[in-house]
């Protein structure tokens, strides 16, 4: 297990930072860098931070072999079941994800599976709207992965070359399956991305304690800082009980819903967090 990350230098991280990454050493998790070297073409850009899955992809295959079944998700993933979301890659050199069923309108940094379905068609693909390709879950061999990388690494260069250009590594992804460049692998019978709290309005997952992963965006700042605060506290103990029994697992990560004294509690922290990032905006 590792974490690629673009900080190479620990002394420009918090204390508390610091300590959780001795934290996760101390359990085994290997370090491995990488610089940002994907970046989107603007810096204003939402999910700024979403290519650098192209920059782990190619950091985690240069110390494995080709063979190699290697697997990448977002550090918002739990793992409850790892050897029943493994067994269930596909063959070679298919490449494993997450397909994710948005409506044809639905919009992410002003491109929806509609939009890029016009894109594709520009391209000499289909028309109509693309499947979509999540990227928090990202599963292959190192030399798959490789080609994914390749392949997307010259599929935005088409884009340029026609002067066109899209944001995140969803987008890159879902354009690079409409056009047949690659072979995509649906996980989504043992993973998905499951929105959190009361206000997101997106449908409920069906039976998520049946599942091997959960993709959490919403539990960023709570359940995986709840997480955070267990590893710093030396309870790790009770976080793998927890992991280990679906029902426990649900209520820590606020899948199965949040009683309204942690609701409560959330909601100020989050509303903490915006002041605290108000104020340190206006002092820049």
Not at 172 to 196: K, N, Y
Request: aromatic fraction near 6%.
């Amino acid at each position: 297990m590792a974490l690629v990350s673009n900080v190479r230098d620990r002394d420009q991280l918090s204390r508390r930072a610091a300590r959780l990454l001795d934290g996760l050493e101390s359990l085994g998790v290997e370090m491995l860098f990488a610089e940002y070297r994907h970046r989107p073409a603007s810096e204003e850009a939402e999910f700024a931070s979403s290519r650098y899955l192209f920059d782990a992809i190619e950091a985690a295959c240069e110390i494995c072999s080709d063979d190699a079944r290697v697997w990448l998700t977002d550090v918002d993933c739990v793992w409850l079941d790892p050897a029943r979301v493994m067994a269930a890659a596909g063959p070679s050199p298919s490449i494993g994800c997450i397909h994710i069923p948005y409506p044809p309108d639905w919009d992410l940094t002003g491109f929806s599976p509609v939009t890029l379905g016009d894109i594709a068609a520009q391209m000499g693909g289909p028309t109509g709207p693309v499947p979509w390709v999540g990227g928090e879950l990202i599963a292959g061999t190192a030399a798959g992965l490789r080609v994914l990388l390749a392949t997307c690494e010259a599929l935005e260069q088409r884009m340029a070359e026609r002067e066109l250009a899209v944001v995140t590594e969803e987008h890159v992804l879902s354009l690079a399956e409409a056009l047949g460049l690659l072979p995509f692998h649906d996980l989504t019978h043992v993973a998905q991305r499951i929105w959190t709290g009361p206000r997101h309005g997106a449908p409920p997952v069906e039976e998520p304690g049946r599942l091997g992963l959960w993709h959490l965006p919403s539990e960023k700042g709570l359940g995986f800082r709840r997480g955070a605060n267990e590893i710093l506290a030396g309870r790790e103990a009770r976080l793998a009980a927890d992991l280990a029994d679906p029902v426990r697992a649900m209520s820590r990560f606020n899948v199965a819903g949040a009683p309204w004294t942690r609701r409560v509690r959330d909601d100020a922290w989050l509303a903490a967090q915006r002041l605290r990032a108000a104020v340190g905006s206006r002092g820049r």
